[in-house]
């Protein structure tokens, strides 16, 4: 047999590679895009289903025309709202849910949370309940101590919210003077309940 013919003879007995199956793998992509939008579909079902939940929570409060000298600020990120003591029930009702970029300012009247491209809020000094660091609050988990957690009263209910400044060794500042804003309005409350009781 000469060399042509064993060549041919070669050529011959090869299988051609498989053609790819276009029609199949076109199918498992749309599919797999048709889930992945029935995912989103339900969780945005979910976030709006729990914002019916907690609709009767009341307008959140907004900052007076006269705040105050800022005795503190701080420039960082909002990373929600939770019920307080459940770092996993998250708020989402009157736009507690929707995370950002946050100015934060701290004034004898309270806490100014000033949020660009989200709703801003106003905690008044009446209404804080605490402050401590924490790891973590719904959806972000963090290095112990990586974030401001301000316990506060929106209506009868008590909220957790989230922060995080762009210089964290500026928390213990905060958590300290926030302690120290509250116990002062607890002890003018005190006085004053103390004198209508004499009269």
């Keep these: 047999m000469t060399p042509h013919l064993t060549l041919i003879s ?5 299988q051609s590679a498989e053609v790819t199956n276009w029609p199949a793998r076109i199918g498992w992509v749309v599919g797999l895009l048709l889930f992945v939008a029935l995912l989103y579909w339900l969780m945005r079902e979910g976030w709006k289903w729990r914002g019916t939940l907690q609709g009767d929570l009341p307008e959140l409060p907004q900052t007076p025309e006269e705040p105050g000298e800022p005795r503190l600020t701080m420039s ?12 996993l029930d998250r708020i989402v009702a009157r736009g507690l849910g929707t995370r950002s970029r946050a100015e934060v300012t701290l004034t004898d009247q309270g806490v100014d949370v000033v ?7 106003f905690v008044p000094a009446a209404d804080l309940r605490g402050a401590r660091l924490d790891k973590g609050i719904a959806g972000k988990v963090l290095p112990e101590g990586g974030l401001l957690v301000i316990t506060w009263r929106l209506g009868e209910k008590e ?13 213990p500042a905060w958590v300290t003077a926030l302690n120290e804003t509250i116990q002062r309005n607890e002890a003018l409350t005190s006085t004053t309940t103390e004198t209508e009781g004499a009269r």
């Design 115 to 121: 949020r660009p491209g989200a709703q801003d809020f």
């Design 10 to 14: 070669l050529a011959a007995e090869q």
């Design 159 to 171: 909220i957790d919210s989230g922060f995080r400044s762009d210089r964290a060794a500026e928390h």
């Design 76 to 87: 960082g990120r909002y990373h929600g709202s939770t019920t307080a003591g459940q770092w």
